[in-house]
Each structure stands twice: as structure tokens, then as C-alpha cells.
């Protein structure tokens, strides 16, 4: 899957994906949309931001999970 709002560079930001070389983590959005954001307040808050970026991080975070295999705790 293409990810035309995601972008990475080794030489920016380590190489962490960010939302259109804004220096700005995909990470750093799903963590807010986590905390219970709306996208609205997301955007009123970090005003580079567009709508488009929201709903491309989310899915970018989607995919990435789906290709790890997570440790799950087993119950006790």
C-alpha cells in the first residue's frame, strides 16, 4: 500500500515516518487520537496539519501493526 502523506528520511527525524517532511511523527498523531482527540482539536492545535494527514496516519499505523507480530500478555 502507497503512502503519498508519509514520508521517512534517515537524515530527518532518524527516520521515524512523518506526515509530509513536517517533522511531525505519525506516532505523535495516533498518541493524540489515543489521549481521545478529535481530529478538529487536532487540527485547531497543530494548524500545518490537514484532515487527509489524519486519516493517512491512522492507516499507516494500521498496516504497520498488522505486518508485527505483537507480544500479547498470557493470561495468568
Same mark, same amino acid.
Given at each position: 500500500?502507497? $503512502? &503519498? %502523506? ?5 537524515? #530527518? ?6 506526515? #509530509?517532511? *513536517? #517533522? $511531525?511523527? @505519525?506516532?505523535?498523531v495516533?498518541?493524540? @487520537? ?8 487536532? *487540527?485547531?492545535e497543530?494548524?500545518?496539519l490537514?484532515?487527509?494527514d489524519?486519516?493517512?496516519? *491512522? %492507516? ?6 498488522? &505486518? %508485527?507480530?505483537?507480544? *500479547? %500478555?498470557?493470561?495468568?
Amino acid at each position: 500500500m502507497a $503512502f &503519498e %502523506r508519509i514520508t521517512t528520511d534517515p537524515d #530527518r527525524m532518524g527516520g521515524v515516518p512523518c506526515i #509530509r517532511d *513536517l #517533522r $511531525f511523527p @505519525v506516532t505523535t498523531v495516533v498518541a493524540m @487520537v489515543a489521549d481521545g482527540m478529535t481530529v478538529a482539536e487536532i *487540527l485547531a492545535e497543530h494548524p500545518d496539519l490537514e484532515t487527509d494527514d489524519m486519516t493517512e496516519s *491512522l %492507516r499507516y499505523a494500521a498496516v504497520a501493526v498488522q &505486518e %508485527r507480530e505483537l507480544p *500479547l %500478555r498470557q493470561p495468568a
